[in-house]
């Protein structure tokens, strides 16, 4: 068996950084992968600077940090192996990787890939959903402290605070031609299915489908959110007429003044923001059970 050689990159912050790496990379060396372990700096960098001496990447860490990673994986080709070291750990979950870092590890070692798409917004990649409105005051509040103490309860204690204060903001959105506008708490765009530590962006939504999933929370109290909580869970919250849900590949949103927009969990642009779909541009390790794998997507060797 030829050795495949990962480029291997920890987020030392994360909230899981330190459970079982020990394990994880005899895993990997076990199974005939053979981790590079550069001093850290930022992950892009890394990736663009390892390109042509590795046959992928190995990140670990949570969806901000693999959020890092996408353009240059986007760029170089390399397939990605996920260790779910976060919080949230939503694109783990998208995926239907294990929890357990030491059997995602055993994933990346099968072998076997999968492609999908990447959503963009004003030319920044993202793997699970970009938004804007209560989701990046969200993002704000959340620090690292929080995180590792709740887990991801942290997320649901911090949207019952911001909750209790909505702010409502006039959007206009802009999909095939026609023009939705109107007052809302939240405009989400999805590429992947879970985001927010386990909410689901709608019950039908795949990394590999070639849509985004769009919804905005058009209400005017909190308590609605409350009872609309078990559908967001759920991704049926499109069926409530306080929420306008579409599927689309592109779609334009304006506010009145330039709002911050949140990129699995970073705020990283601001409005106008064009969204759009690019399908299947990157390749991930995934289980073989996992839809849109097949046997023939698993490499001989290397990666």
């Known amino acids: 068996m030829i050795a495949r050689r990962a480029l291997f990159l920890v987020n030392p912050k994360a909230s899981r950084a330190g459970t079982g790496l020990d394990a994880v990379i005899k895993t990997l060396t076990d199974g005939g992968i053979e981790p590079v372990r550069p001093i850290h700096e930022d992950v892009d960098t890394l990736i663009r600077r390892h390109a042509a001496a590795v046959d992928c990447v ?7 940090t693999l959020n890092h990673a996408a ?27 294990p929890a357990d870092p030491v059997a995602a590890a055993q994933v990346i070692v099968d072998g076997w890939l999968r492609s999908i798409d990447l959503g963009e917004v004003n030319g920044r990649p993202f793997f699970n959903v970009a938004s804007l409105g209560m989701s990046v005051d969200l993002a704000k509040s959340l620090d690292g402290g929080t995180k590792k103490r709740w887990g991801r309860f942290g997320y649901a204690l911090a949207a019952l605070r911001l909750a209790r204060r909505l702010e409502r903001f006039t959007a206009e959105i802009e999909v095939d031609g026609r023009v939705i506008r109107g007052k809302t708490i939240q405009i989400a765009v999805g590429n992947g299915r879970y985001y927010g530590g386990g909410m689901t962006i709608s019950e039908d939504a795949a990394p590999d489908d070639g849509m985004l999933d769009v919804y905005s929370i058009e209400v005017d109290h909190w308590m609605w959110l409350a009872a609309m909580y078990p559908s967001f869970r759920a991704g049926r919250h499109g069926k409530w007429d306080e929420v306008q849900a579409f599927r689309c590949r592109e779609v334009l949103v304006r506010t009145r003044r330039p709002r911050d927009v ?41 990666g």
């Not at 353009?71 to 990787?97: F, I, K, S």
């Open 71 to 97: 353009a240059a994986l986007m760029e170089t080709g390399l397939p990605l192996g996920v260790l779910p070291l976060g919080t949230a750990n939503d694109l783990a979950r998208t995926l239907n990787l």
């Open 58 to 64: 190995i990140v670990g860490g949570g969806d901000g």
């Open 262 to 302: 949140n990129t699995d969990g970073e705020v990283t642009t601001q409005t106008p923001a064009r969204f759009r779909v690019l399908p299947k541009v990157i390749r991930v390790y995934a289980p073989p059970a996992s839809a849109a794998v097949t046997p023939g997507s698993k490499p001989a060797a290397a």
